[in-house]
C-alpha cells in the first residue's frame, strides 16, 4: 500500500507569527490537531509544523498566554516529509524512528500536498482488516467460504458505540 493510497489531502497552513489562540481556533474550526507553519512571506515556505501537543506543553503548561504568544515560538522547527509513492510501511518507520505521528507528502515536484497521520494509517489498517477474508470467513456463520454476512461490522450488525467513561473533574 502506498502513501497517495491514505494521506489527508491538502494542508492547513499558518503564518509563524500567528498567536497559539489563532492557532487553536483554526485547528478547531478544521478539525485537526496540527498546522503546516509558513515563514509568512509571498512565497509561503514551509518553516514547520505547530501540533495541538507542542501548544500545551511548550505555552500553556508553562503559563505562557495564549493571546501573546506566537507560533513562531512552539514550533517544530522543518517539517519531515515523504513522497506520496512511499510505501506505507517505509513511511512508518520514518515515524517511528523519529518519534512523530505526523508526515508532511509531497508530490513529484516536493511541493507539499496533504499529510499522513498515525491516524490515517491506523483507519486504513482498520478497513483492510474488516474486509478481509479471513475477517469475513469468521463471521460466515454457515454460509459458503468466503461469503461475508459482514456482522463482524459493528455498524453493520446493528451494534451501538460504546459510550466515553466520564472524566473525573479537574480540581482548581
Known amino acids: 500500500m502506498k502513501?497517495?493510497?491514505l494521506y489527508t489531502r491538502g494542508t492547513v497552513h499558518i503564518p509563524r507569527s500567528r498567536t497559539l489562540q489563532e492557532a487553536a481556533i483554526q485547528m478547531r474550526e478544521q478539525h485537526i490537531g496540527a498546522l503546516v507553519v509558513t515563514d509568512g512571506a509571498a512565497n509561503d515556505h514551509v518553516a514547520g509544523?505547530?501540533?495541538?501537543?507542542?501548544?500545551v506543553v511548550r505555552a500553556l503548561a508553562k503559563g505562557a498566554n495564549p493571546v501573546a504568544t506566537t507560533v513562531g515560538?512552539?514550533?517544530?522547527?522543518?517539517?519531515?516529509?515523504?513522497?506520496?509513492?512511499?510505501?506505507?510501511?517505509?513511511?512508518?518507520?520514518?515515524?517511528f524512528s523519529h518519534g512523530i505521528r505526523r508526515l508532511?507528502?509531497?508530490?513529484?515536484d516536493g511541493g507539499v500536498v496533504g499529510v499522513?497521520?498515525?491516524?490515517?494509517?491506523?483507519?486504513a489498517m482498520s478497513r483492510e482488516r474488516r474486509n478481509s477474508p479471513?475477517?469475513?470467513?469468521?463471521s460466515s456463520s454457515g454460509?459458503?467460504?468466503g461469503a461475508c454476512n459482514r456482522s463482524c461490522i459493528p455498524e453493520k450488525a446493528g451494534l451501538a458505540p460504546i459510550p466515553a467513561a466520564p472524566r473525573p473533574a479537574l480540581r482548581a
Open 104 to 108: 508532511a507528502v509531497t508530490d513529484d
Open 134 to 138: 479471513a475477517s469475513c470467513a469468521a
Open 143 to 145: 454460509t459458503e467460504p
Open 73 to 95: 515560538d512552539v514550533m517544530t522547527e522543518g517539517v519531515m516529509s515523504v513522497p506520496q509513492t512511499t510505501d506505507v510501511s517505509d513511511a512508518m518507520q520514518t515515524m
Open 116 to 123: 499522513l497521520s498515525l491516524d490515517d494509517v491506523i483507519q
Open 49 to 55: 509544523v505547530v501540533t495541538d501537543r507542542d501548544m
Open 3 to 5: 502513501v497517495k493510497d
